[in-house]
């Protein structure tokens, strides 16, 4: 078979073995956990905060200082998912620590450069800022791949961006109006509350342990993928990879301008004086998110795993489009909305940050890992995140952000079902045609 098929270990027809967690395999999974969970969260604190400083009346070339800063960003965040596709596939395991503390060294000393510069050399700033952090995700979670735990490892490290999304935001919020910080210094400052804490975090990571023998003999061992292997995968599964990055795309989408503009969107919805709203949404999406992720666990064969996790993608999608239609139509309040609609978003976008890719690989014994995954569909994601963002400001669209978003997600998300559904179906005949190779 394919020569990025593992055939070395056990071949899609055995299943998977029925072992046990020890007393030390627990112990690991829930400290690599807690760790991935405080490091990715801290992370986040250099990249977020600056988004709850509105910038009112600065405009250039006709589009709102905001805008532009958040799209910039953006821009260099999906360029380095890019990047990402070879060199987080190609990273070895040794100097990880190194390499993060360059990446966020720069993207730190772009925030305060930030803070220096006027308007609107910031651009250019958060553009290097965005693409220096686009690296960590695929650094940090190849610390936590390939176990049977992953499920849960992977999830806890997840859900840090939608509690993270919220708490580093109200931390922006605290010195803005504590300490009365100036809105170009909100994000050097809040990198700064964050430092030593994601310094402790780091050294915490490099002392996980790697994957045991029973670890790679259910979920494969995770090794760096060559440009042929890359091609020789997207030869075999071209046409399930092209479905699920059309549904990421609008996933990412969706969340995206969620997220980067969280703050106008509470203003809106008449919550903008309550810094606090940020953490308690976020953090309630957060828990319920990590409980059903992490229940993955339980299911043991990849397959079926991964059938399952299309199926939590899917009712995702339908309660963002549901929960936005009734928005729309009165019969909810914006609160429960965009608590509903977030929870919607991250039960598709946390599965394929986390443990979607990770049962694929291990479903069809694949020699490679999941950062070559998330990142080419990352990339097309945030691509498409930032035109849309642009097209509002460039072509003029009258419609305020609790307007534009609702309709917005009930779109995207009947492409995303319909995605999704196609996706399924595809994984599934191309399983079983190669058990009966």
């Not at 969260?41 to 250039?60: I, M």
């Not at 071209?238 to 969620?258: C, E, N, S």
């Not at 828990?287 to 993955?296: F, T």
């Not at 998330?374 to 609790?402: H, Q, R």
Request: proline fraction near 3%.
């Amino acid at each position: 078979m394919q020569s990025f098929i593992n055939t070395n270990l056990i071949s899609l027809s055995t299943g998977v073995p029925a072992t046990t967690f020890s007393r030390k395999q627990i112990m690991i999974a829930i400290y690599a956990a807690i760790v991935a969970f405080l490091t990715y969260t801290s992370v986040f604190a250099y990249r977020k905060p600056f988004t709850v400083a509105t910038f009112d009346g600065l405009v250039f070339w006709g589009i709102r200082y905001q805008v532009l800063l958040i799209v910039s960003q953006g821009l260099g965040y999906m360029l380095s998912k890019f990047a990402g596709i070879r060199f987080i596939s190609e990273m070895k395991r040794f100097g990880r620590w190194k390499t993060s503390a360059v990446l966020i060294g720069i993207s730190w000393f772009s925030l305060l450069l930030f803070g220096l510069l006027p308007a609107p050399w910031g651009m250019l700033c958060l553009f290097v800022n965005g693409f220096m952090l686009g690296f960590m995700w695929g650094i940090v979670f190849s610390y936590v791949e390939g176990r049977r735990a992953t499920d849960l490892i992977g999830s806890a490290m997840a859900v840090s961006f939608v509690f993270a999304g919220g708490f580093t935001r109200s931390v922006a919020v605290w010195l803005r109006d504590s300490w009365h910080v100036p809105e170009q210094w909100l994000a050097f400052g809040t990198g700064l509350v964050f430092a030593v804490p994601l310094i402790i975090f780091m050294y915490l990571m490099e002392r996980i342990p790697d994957p045991d023998q029973q670890d790679i003999q259910e979920r494969t061992v995770r090794v760096p993928m060559s440009k042929e292997a890359r091609l020789q995968f997207l030869r075999t599964f071209g046409g399930g990879v092209l479905a699920l990055t059309i549904t990421y795309l609008f996933l990412t989408i969706m969340r995206d301008i969620r997220d980067n503009f969280m703050a106008n969107l509470w203003n809106e919805l008449g919550y903008g004086k309550k810094p606090a709203i940020f953490t308690q949404t976020e953090t309630i999406t957060s828990i319920s998110i990590l409980i059903m992720m992490s229940l993955l666990i339980i299911v043991r064969k990849n397959i079926r795993a991964l059938k399952l996790i299309h199926w939590v993608i899917l009712t995702g999608f339908l309660l963002s489009g549901i929960s936005s239609l009734l928005f729309i139509s009165g019969k909810i309040s914006g609160a429960l909305w965009m608590q509903l609609v977030g929870l919607g978003l991250y039960m598709g976008y946390i599965p394929f940050n986390s443990i979607f890719f990770e049962r694929l690989i291990a479903s069809f014994r694949i020699a490679g890992n999941v950062g070559f995954l998330i990142y080419l569909v990352d990339a097309w994601g945030y691509l498409g995140s930032s035109f849309v963002m642009l097209s509002k400001e460039i072509f003029k669209v009258n419609l305020t952000w609790t307007e534009f978003y609702p309709n917005s997600v009930i779109i995207f998300s009947v492409i995303g079902i319909a995605g999704t559904l196609y996706s399924w179906m595809y994984f599934s005949r191309k399983y079983n045609s190669m058990m009966n190779v």
